[in-house]
């Protein structure tokens, strides 16, 4: 299994790679890409903060719980930290399975987990200004 | 001494103006109360004690969770796309 947290450019071909088995008939490959707008506004580009040594472990205890419900051969994430700009790559989720339905389904229940539970914020910088998201919570003074 | 290191991270490093602090650890001091301290440190953090989630030596842990001296106690604002639901 491969979690990383990376100020670098993400490697598609690296994540593929390292899921791929002779017993595993489907890679699914999840690209989260940094999108120019959001609710209305024009984004500029993220600036993404980490805990990086919880967050690989916090990668690997989600990647056990979902390799138990499905079977799933390897899974490989990689998260891109810092600065990216409108079309770049922040996330990497690579599933091999023995048959495609799982390893979609599981590609899917990973990112979903993922964007939970990961220690790792975006900050929006948009046109007028900027801001942390943070999930559903509202937070005071705002 | 005993003290714990502290880990803010994204809006909360903003607020306070710091990604790390260390405080003294008084008897029986817990994970909220290691917050309650960094509140009088920082007051701009008030009112964070109800979105704000735990984890110590990185491991999200209960408000509750006893904190050692030398744990690296950390604060984890609501993460991007989540809702705080443990």
Known sequence: MLFEVTAD????????????????????LFYGVVRDHNRGRKVMHLEYDAYPEMATKVMQRIADEVKERFNIAETAIQHRTGRLEVGETSLLVAVSSAHRKEAFEACHA????????????????FEGGEEWIEGDASAPGT | MSTANVRLFARLADLAGTR????????????SGVFDILVQRYPSLTGFETIVRFAVNSEYVPASHPVRPGDEVALIPPVSGGSRAL
Do not use: Q, S
């Open chain 1, 110 to 125: 990973l990112v979903d987990r993922l964007k939970e539970e990961v220690p790792i914020w975006k900050k929006e910088v």
């Open chain 1, 9 to 28: 450019e993400l490697d598609p071909g690296r994540v593929v790679e390292h899921v791929r088995r002779d017993d595993a008939g489907a890679i699914a």
């Open chain 2, 20 to 31: 790390e602090a260390e405080v003294e650890l008084g008897e029986g001091l817990t994970a």
